[in-house]
Structure formats: C-alpha cells, structure tokens
C-alpha cells in the first residue's frame, strides 16, 4: 500500500511515453486529488521510457500498477523478467498482465478463449512472481462478448485443473469496474467488486487483493456534466 492510502485511483495517460514536463505536470495534479494509486502503460518488455513517471510517483507517495501493454493476449515479447527486475527496484509492486481478455477485440477479432489467456498468463504470471513482482489477474471487461464472471469463474477453474492455483497467492485480480450512469452502489457499475467477491469465494474459499485499473462514468452531453461530476465524485467517497 502507498503511503496513507486512502484507496483513491487513477489511470495515467494512455501512452507508453511522456516526456518529462507532462510527468511534472500531472504527477502534481494527482498529488492536488491525493490519488494514491496510478495505472500506466509500459510498452510490453521494454525498460527506460518509463523511469522519471515511477520516479515521480513513488517520490509523492502513489502507487504504480504497471501494464504490460501488448496488441492483445499473446506472448510477451522480450525480457519481461529483466522489465520486471528494473522497476520493482524502482518501486513497482503490481504487472497487470493482458486487458480484457473476454473482449474479442483483445483477441484479434478472435471470441475470446479462456483457454488462450490462460496459455499466455500463466508462463508470464510466472516470470513476473519469479522476479519479485506481482502479477495482476482479469482485468476483465463488464461490456465483453464472453460475460465477466463466467469467465472469471472458468479462468479459475481452469488454474485449479492445471495445478496453478499457487499463482495467485503472489497475484491481485485487476478489476475494470465502469461506473456508467449507475448509482455508485449499483453492482453492475463501481461495486462490480462485489460481485467478483462472490466468484472468489465461491471457487477460492478466500478473497484476493483487488485493485481497479479502469473505471469511471460518462456524460451524453455538456447538460450532463454535473450528474457525471457527481457519480465521480460519490466513487472517491466511498473509497474513503
């Protein structure tokens, strides 16, 4: 956990990149919201590009979540070990590892296979625990073609015929739980969590870590803005 964690997230800017002045920029906006926890993007195995942003975020108490970012659910490229290694010496603790992957369009247009994350998550989940990391499960999209908690449920019943349940006791299930316009106790907007819960007992006997590495409302139009501004900020009061 970071510093006086108050369990406020956000996701950083959608590249693998910025340059320094954008970190600088940012960084102290997150520090103004006292967000405590951030999602970034790393190009999959590569190392360097993303230094000063987890300097940056560690030096004001936030929490980085590395993504591996990848074009969908296939081999890792590269030296995820090496990555691994170089920024959780760092500060990094948690790798998601593939994004929605009951999403046909993490899968090249494929219908999305439990069988295939699990074929490209484990060898990576794997490497990242072997390398003093944490590896994120899920991340599962609430709007996917291959419903969230069948697949989830699946996924873990597919780890448990492998033998590869062990996994998780190193892993957190990475959660995209999209508010939409939902009331923020809505279970199928922000309290999703809750309904992964009951997954996690019903096939674990136990809970796992979660962290939200996307989320959040929307507004159909600018005369919409202040119900959006007010479903946002009942998400941030809850945490609290």
């Known amino acids: 956990h970071p510093p006086a964690d108050n369990g406020r997230g956000m996701h950083w800017i959608p590249t693998v990149s910025q340059t320094p002045e954008v970190?600088?920029?940012?960084?102290?906006?997150?520090?103004?919201?006292?967000?405590?926890?951030?999602?970034?993007?790393n190009d999959g195995a590569n190392v360097g590009a993303n230094d000063y942003l987890v300097q940056q975020l560690t030096a004001n108490g936030i929490e980085p979540v590395l993504r591996v970012y990848t074009s969908g659910i296939e081999p890792i490229q590269g030296d995820l070990g090496a990555m691994v290694r170089h920024y959780t010496d760092r500060g990094v603790s948690y790798f998601?590892?593939?994004?929605e992957p009951n999403h046909s369009v993490e899968n090249a247009g494929q219908a999305p296979s439990v069988d295939r994350y699990l074929e490209?998550?484990?060898?990576a989940a794997k490497t990242v625990i072997d390398n003093g990391g944490r590896p994120g499960f899920g991340a599962l999209?609430?709007?996917?073609?291959?419903?969230?908690?069948?697949?989830?449920a699946q996924a873990l019943d597919g780890l448990n015929a492998r033998g590869?349940?062990?996994?998780?006791?190193?892993?957190?299930?990475?959660?995209?739980?999209?508010?939409?316009?939902?009331?923020?106790g809505d279970t199928e907007g922000f309290?999703?969590?809750?309904?992964y819960a009951d997954v996690l007992e019903q096939k674990l006997g136990r809970l796992l870590p979660m962290i939200g590495t996307e989320?959040?409302?929307?507004?159909?139009?600018?005369?919409?803005?202040?119900?959006?501004?007010?479903?946002?900020?009942?998400?941030?009061?809850?945490?609290?």
Request: zero cysteines; hydrophobic letters at 35%.
């Open 191 to 195: 309290t999703r969590f809750k309904v």
């Open 23 to 41: 970190v600088d920029r940012y960084v102290a906006a997150l520090k103004d919201m006292h967000i405590k926890w951030v999602t970034f993007l």
């Open 164 to 184: 590869e349940l062990g996994l998780l006791d190193q892993g957190w299930l990475s959660i995209h739980n999209y508010q939409g316009d939902r009331p923020v």
């Open 141 to 152: 999209s609430p709007g996917g073609e291959f419903k969230d908690t069948d697949f989830l």
């Open 120 to 123: 490209a998550w484990i060898p």
């Open 96 to 99: 998601q590892l593939y994004n």
């Open 215 to 240: 989320g959040g409302t929307f507004a159909t139009g600018p005369e919409d803005e202040p119900r959006r501004v007010q479903l946002v900020s009942d998400a941030y009061r809850y945490m609290s």
